[in-house]
């Protein structure tokens, strides 16, 4: 069951990560005891989709938090006092770090945000109370995200008719977040409602969210699927094997523009071509009304090995160039609903977009 998978396991002095570049081959974790540990897997991909790196940023700066206090006991027993703004200043920098290692997914930033403006709520606090509420803010994330996705999950479940397939897209699944997932949140939901009858999984290409995670935690479910080559979506559709697509977003812009994994602007584009339902699943956390358009999305560029070879294995030949976006920008023409934790929205755009977020008391950007 999903409610098994555990992609980050927070134990207090150390943040556990599931290492999603082993999977599925092998179930192992890789346990972060500082900020620049989490870094490192944040920017190497053991952990990725949008809110698990928002989730792991936010325990990142826990750790972060506790070693500055540490030190400073370390260094005079405390005897000088402890200084919160001082701590704040070391925050804002670990933070900044964090937000270089992965720029497009807003849920990073948002955590980031979010941790910093705890600590200078706390303000003059003692060094233990400090820690203490800061650790509970990191929990408090963790666990929204989870009742969130639970929430998208029963709201997107509602879309599909009886014995539905849908196509989804790289990995937004219970590894994506802090569990259960979002877009796959929502076949996990339908398919539990009796609706789903196959889901068609892209592979992915070049990091395989899709044959290697999404199809892992398919078959934990035992949602029937099928993987399919991303460059094969477009004949299924055309054949209306596939009635419908659904994927996440890592940012949504306040014109209702999204960002999300390479390639799905080209499945939006086909599904409008084939008069299919295209479906965002996204939590209030991904949506950034402080840029306008997609325009404005910064797209993270990756490594070229990681199209040119796979572990280590040469794919191409010798010094071949390649251009490796990993995210693209989806016009908010081709999107017909917005699935969210507060509800669907129909054809999201700027202005039902600013509503939608202001009538559920939620101020975003
Ligand atoms: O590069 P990744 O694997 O982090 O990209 C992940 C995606 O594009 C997901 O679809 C997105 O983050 C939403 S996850 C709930």
Known sequence: MTEKIRPLIWQGRALKLLDQRALPEKESYITCHTLEEVQKCIREMAVRGAPAIGVASAFALVLA?????????????LKNGF?????????????????????????????????????????????????????????????????????????????????????THCNAGALATAGYGTALGVLRSAFRAGTIKHVYACETRPFLQGSRLTAWELQKEGIPFSIIVDSAAGYFMYKQEIRSVIVGADRVAANGDIANKIGTYALAVLAQANKLPFYVAAPFSSIDLSISSGEEIAVEERAPEEITTYKGTPLSPPGAQAKNPAFDITPANLITVLITEHGILPFPREKQLRRFVQQRGRKLG
């Open 83 to 167: 200084s919160p703004s001082g701590l704040q200043n070391y925050l804002t920098l670990s933070g900044d770090a964090l937000r270089a290692t992965r720029p497009t997914a807003v849920n990073l930033s948002w955590a980031v945000e979010r941790m910093l403006k705890k600590c200078r709520d706390l303000g003059a606090v003692s060094p233990e109370t400090m820690l203490t509420a800061f650790e509970r803010e990191a929990i408090h994330i963790f666990e929204e995200d989870l009742a969130a996705n639970k929430k998208i999950g029963s709201f997107g479940a509602k879309l599909f008719a009886p014995n539905s397939n849908v196509l």
């Open 65 to 77: 938090a506790q070693k500055y206090i540490h030190d400073l006991n370390a260094k005079d027993g």
